[in-house]
């Protein structure tokens, strides 16, 4: 299925192609803090359709995840696995999708704080 979603004020915007059936609400120190509901989906299948200069980027511990956000709004619609090596993955802010029910999803928790 195809899902279309943006940051708050739609400057960045994005579609992703999967099957939704569960998220990670991962502990570690910002995912707590933004509160996100991640799907997990192979990074090619997430396009950007808008971002132009509004899009930034976050790093912090060893670096392998990129925590992007939205410079007007400060939305943060998906994160990017950039660690060298293995396939990349793109970690969507299922908050940011349009039409999606977070509470009928399942729900799994990650010990990023231990990652």
């Known amino acids: 299925m195809l899902y279309k979603g943006s940051c708050h004020c739609g400057k960045v915007a994005f579609e992703v192609e999967g099957e939704l ?9 910002i995912c707590a803090r933004k509160a996100a509901l991640l799907w997990a989906v ?10 132009g200069d509004d899009l930034g980027r976050y790093t912090f511990g060893d670096a392998k995840i990129a925590h992007r956000f939205c410079r007007s709004c400060g939305l943060h619609p998906f994160a990017e696995d950039v660690s060298a090596g293995a396939e990349h993955s ?24 231990s990652a």
């Open 42 to 51: 192979p990074h090619d299948k997430l396009t950007l359709i808008a971002w």
């Open 21 to 29: 059936g569960g998220v990670i609400r991962c502990n570690c120190s």
């Open 90 to 113: 793109a970690y969507i802010n299922i908050n940011c999708i349009d039409d999606v029910d977070p509470s009928t999803l399942s729900i799994f928790d990650f010990d990023g704080r």
